[in-house]
């Protein structure tokens, strides 16, 4: 059974800096690109980053390139998403999402259509 547990949220002043995680189960963690996607209040779901199954490759959404990175430890099965300059737009839960199919190449797939997620998801709250 695939698990994602997403941890790390929080709440956090304009400008502060998170760290979410995703501990990941039940499948072959290295082999799979991962991503991380958010649901603001009332809004549908964002895809914000990605990386390869082998941690090669990102890619970031326009919306939050140069204030995150994405990385990935494939020996302790976890993702991480690394926040900075977080703005009060950045409210959100934030999920982790695992690519449908499992990679050859070290691509990383843009998008929602090419993930799911698992998990509940770690709320993120930016406000003074």
């Known amino acids: 059974e695939v698990q994602l547990v997403e941890s790390g949220g929080g709440l956090v002043q304009p400008g502060g800096s998170l760290r979410p995680s995703c501990a990941a189960s039940?499948?072959?963690?290295?082999?799979?690109?991962m991503s991380w996607v958010r649901q603001a209040p009332g809004k549908g779901l964002e895809w914000l980053a990605g990386?390869?199954?082998?941690?090669?490759?990102?890619k970031y959404s326009d919306s939050v390139k140069g204030r995150v990175t994405i990385s990935r430890d494939n020996a302790k099965n976890t993702l991480y998403l690394q926040m900075n300059s977080l703005k009060p737009e950045d409210t959100a839960v934030y999920f982790c999402?695992?690519?449908?199919?499992?990679?050859?190449?070290?691509?990383?797939?843009?998008?929602?259509?090419?993930?799911?997620?698992w998990g509940q998801g770690t709320h993120v709250t930016v406000s003074s």
């Open positions: 990386i390869s199954k082998g941690g090669e490759s990102t």
């Open positions: 999402a695992r690519s449908k199919v499992a990679y050859v190449t070290n691509s990383v797939p843009i998008g929602l259509n090419d993930y799911r997620t």
């Open positions: 039940g499948f072959i963690f290295s082999g799979y690109p």
